[in-house]
């Protein structure tokens, strides 16, 4: 399989002011002195990382996920930029993009994320009923939403998404129809719509069982689904992935390195980097972090991991791939994993066809294997897991 070289970098901002009841991500809550900390500590890794492995062509994504990283203070923000710069080449049309939850921005500060180069705001909205953001701990009002879009706006961003959360509890179909009217009149570019998950360790594992009320019922929870990719669709946005929406041009450059299996840097407390084929974790506890980066900076002792074969490259791409409207080429697969394991994925999937969950696509010399919209993403985790199984 060819390996290319990174053009994709994701830094990890674990700070939140509180943790969301739903969410299983790698955060922490923290003051000035530890933020501050934690900025230094990022910069060494990424200077650390580029020594180990350089890159070979410039940035074409930046993402600061988190966690909310509008947490931080712009000379914070700044401080990690002036790194980045000095350890990569930056291409002149790179995306880089900045996730911030509405409470957290003001015009000042946005336009200060202007002058440091990001170009793309994604912004936690969730839900548009306040009932529904008290219930999820969101700590931000519906107002703050709508002023935080206005903001974006005014400092001149073009580009921004809003991420909504549909299959809440207590949320009726009503209340998600309203959700996705309001989202729509903000003109965002672009809209991450997901289905809520229970995870384990969070809030709502310890109250609410999953399936039973007061959860939408897993009916409701498909229509839900089905009501956002008919009404975004009518509207112009291109379900361009499995939970995601986007207007002519504006697909997330940075997800679409992951969903077409690229390789990345990522850094930070939680971060997964993908390598030179090799999946590395960074630990997702503040201090085990810290701790490493330190042994890494006096010891040389970096994060590692075991190669990947090709059977699990494999089921990666096809994971991630299939996530994809626009799916994927069979001649691709054959390409880098060879044409009895691509056969094979082929073999699986063929069954799937006559639900109409799965279809193969003639492209002049080449077969192109996608879900079925909306239908077979609906069911994509059952085709994924006869894959992962069979493979």
């Not at 955060?27 to 492995?53: F, M, N, R, S």
């Not at 996920?65 to 000095?86: D, K, N, R």
């Not at 008919?230 to 509207?235: A, F, G, K, R, W």
Request: negative net charge.
């Amino acid at each position: 399989m060819k390996h290319n070289f990174p053009k994709s970098l994701y830094l990890h901002i674990p700070f939140c002011k509180r943790r969301c009841f739903y969410c299983d991500f790698a955060i922490t809550t923290g003051g000035k002195k530890l933020k501050q900390q934690y900025v230094d500590v990022l910069c060494q890794e990424i200077a650390l990382t580029v020594q180990e492995i350089p890159p070979s062509a410039p940035l074409e994504t930046i993402f600061l996920g988190g966690g909310t990283p509008s947490l931080l203070s712009v000379s914070q923000l700044a401080q990690i930029f002036e790194t980045i710069a000095q350890e990569f080449a930056i291409a002149s049309n790179a995306e880089i993009s900045l996730e911030a939850n509405a409470g957290t921005v003001s015009l000042e500060t946005l336009r200060d994320y202007r002058r440091l180069g990001v170009n793309r705001i994604s912004l936690g909205a969730q839900a548009f009923q306040q009932e529904l953001l008290d219930l999820c701990g969101r700590g931000h009002s519906v107002s703050e939403i709508y002023e935080a879009v206005s903001a974006i706006k005014q400092a001149g961003f073009e580009n921004f998404n809003l991420d909504l959360i549909s299959g809440l509890p207590n949320q009726t179909m009503a209340d998600w129809q309203t959700s996705l009217k309001e989202a729509i009149a903000l003109e965002p570019t672009h809209l991450s719509i997901y289905d809520l998950t229970i995870e384990e360790g969070t809030a709502f594992e310890k109250r609410y069982q999953a399936g039973a009320k007061p959860l939408p019922t897993d009916d409701l929870t498909v229509e839900m689904y089905i009501f956002a990719h008919e009404m975004l669709t009518s509207m112009g946005y291109e379900h361009y992935e499995i939970s995601n929406y986007a207007k002519p041009s504006y697909q997330i450059r940075h997800n679409l390195t992951y969903w077409h299996n690229q390789p990345f840097y990522g850094m930070g407390m939680g971060a997964t980097s993908y390598i030179n084929r090799q999946r590395i974790d960074r630990p997702r506890k503040m201090r085990e972090y810290l701790e490493a980066i330190a042994l890494w900076q006096t010891s040389g002792i970096k994060f590692t991991a075991p190669i990947l074969e090709p059977v699990e490259e494999l089921i990666d791409t096809l994971m991630q791939g299939l996530r994809l409207a626009e799916g994927l080429s069979l001649k691709g697969l054959q390409a880098n994993y060879g044409t009895e394991l691509s056969d094979c994925a082929l073999q699986i999937l063929y069954p799937y066809q006559n639900q109409q969950w799965v279809k193969l696509v003639q492209e002049s010399d080449d077969l192109r294997i996608m879900l079925v919209t909306p239908e077979g993403w609906l069911f994509s985790d059952i085709i994924i897991a006869d894959l992962y199984e069979n493979l």
